[in-house]
């Protein structure tokens, strides 16, 4: 017989709730269990942190892992306790903490990038999604290295060395928690993005969901050159999730979009791998700059008035009648083409950018011969969630 749960906890909900967690959003405290707080707790200390200590005896807010207790420590010099049985240096992983022995010392690098307010303090997911453009939602992106095994076998053909093998699964850890982090904090387009873990050959950031679609081309781009010599390629996928609602469910939809970008071939294209999911649709990293450009050309027109909003949604419906969908039974309209040369021709005012590209659209409808038209669903979708006003519910 197990003792009863009580109240479980309001967070994990399988725990017993032991201690209040105020929650600024209902403006009450929610009670959580010590695990949660300790974790919550945690959260709160990270953008200061400066060292992560393990210990051999539990001490005070400290988390227990397979028999070890650890926790951060946000003073300037290295803690001193006789129970410390490893220290990593957060801020600069490869220097050796002032005082500390070299014996207790651990080079670990951690992709650690935490977003924070004008105090300093952590800004809750609720406001990482209030950066966004248009609908306040959060981007999690997950991405991992293709088939790393495969590549490195061929790659490394006929070496009987174990050093070549090591080398490159080091420098895949320094990329993803070495050069990522770089990235991250030296360029301040990236400051609102949160890292959930990266390191080997993964890694699970969120984000406002604007940001992650320009982040997730530029990890591509530096995985391209970092890596490009061993032929290792990149996929990933990107959820769109509501911050109310609990993050793990948004990484586990950010997993299976990973498999779908794995395992699903693009349009016109004849292998899976080196590809991105998101938006209902599979493209090759090639074409990422591509789709996203011209689903920002489209918030541009309806933004400066010369597109009705309107119009995404009657682009959003041609597109899915022309493709179709076998998810659904849905099949391909043969007249979407004659429908969208009627909205063109009735509503693009001639002689204008917009019907420019409206009449090359009508003309490759039929043939896809172009990027922007075979990915025109998740074009109108990226500037359909970009011009949605937060307030409204659709
Ligand atoms: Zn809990």
């Known amino acids: 017989m197990l003792p009863p749960l009580d109240t479980p906890c309001a967070l994990c909900r399988h725990q017993r709730a032991e201690a209040d967690e105020w929650d600024d959003d209902a403006g009450v405290a929610l009670r959580v269990c010590t695990r949660c707080a300790n974790d919550g707790e945690l959260g709160r200390r990270l953008p200061r942190a400066s060292y992560l200590v393990v210990h051999s005896e539990a001490a005070s807010a400290t988390t227990e892992t397979l028999g070890l207790y650890w926790t951060v420590s946000s003073d300037g010099a290295a803690p001193k306790t006789p129970s410390i049985v490893a220290i990593a240096n957060l801020r600069e992983p490869d220097s050796l903490p002032l005082g500390v022995q070299p014996g207790l010392f651990w080079r670990r690098r951690l992709l650690c990038h935490v977003p924070t307010n004008f105090d300093g303090d ?54 993803f928690a070495g050069r990522l982090k770089h990235e991250l904090e030296s360029n301040t387009a990236w400051q609102s993005i949160y890292t959930v873990f990266g390191g080997g050959d993964d890694l699970l950031l969120v984000g406002p969901w604007n940001v992650m679609f320009d982040f997730a081309g530029k990890i591509n781009e530096l995985f391209y050159l970092g890596f490009k010599r061993w032929r290792l390629t990149l996929s990933a996928g990107l959820a769109l999730a509501k911050w109310k609602r609990p993050i793990k469910f948004a990484a586990a939809q950010a997993e299976d979009l ?35 450009g011209a689903g920002k050309r489209l918030v541009g027109w309806v933004d400066d008035e010369s597109m009705p909003r309107g119009w995404l949604h009657t682009l959003l419906e041609l597109a899915e009648s022309r493709f179709g969908d076998p998810a659904t039974g849905r099949v391909a309209d043969p007249l979407a083409t004659a429908r969208l040369a009627h909205h063109v021709v009735r509503n693009y005012p001639s002689g204008t950018e917009i019907r420019r590209w409206g009449d090359t659209l009508v003309d490759d409808f039929d043939t896809c011969q172009r990027v922007e038209t075979r990915y025109l669903p998740a074009i109108v979708r990226y500037a359909l969630t970009a011009t949605r006003n937060p307030s409204k519910e659709e």
Request: proline share 2%.
């Open 122 to 175: 952590p800004l809750w997911f609720e406001h990482i999604a209030k950066h966004s453009q248009g609908d306040a939602l959060l981007g999690v992106l997950k991405a991992d290295a293709d088939s790393v095994g495969a590549v490195l076998d061929e790659s490394l053909h006929g070496s009987t060395s174990i050093r070549a093998l090591s080398s490159i699964s080091r420098q895949l850890d320094d990329f």
């Open 258 to 292: 990973l498999q779908q970008a794995k395992t699903a071939t693009a349009p016109d294209e004849s292998t899976a791998k080196d590809q991105l999911a998101a938006l209902g649709q599979v493209w090759k990293w090639k074409h990422h700059a591509a789709i996203v």
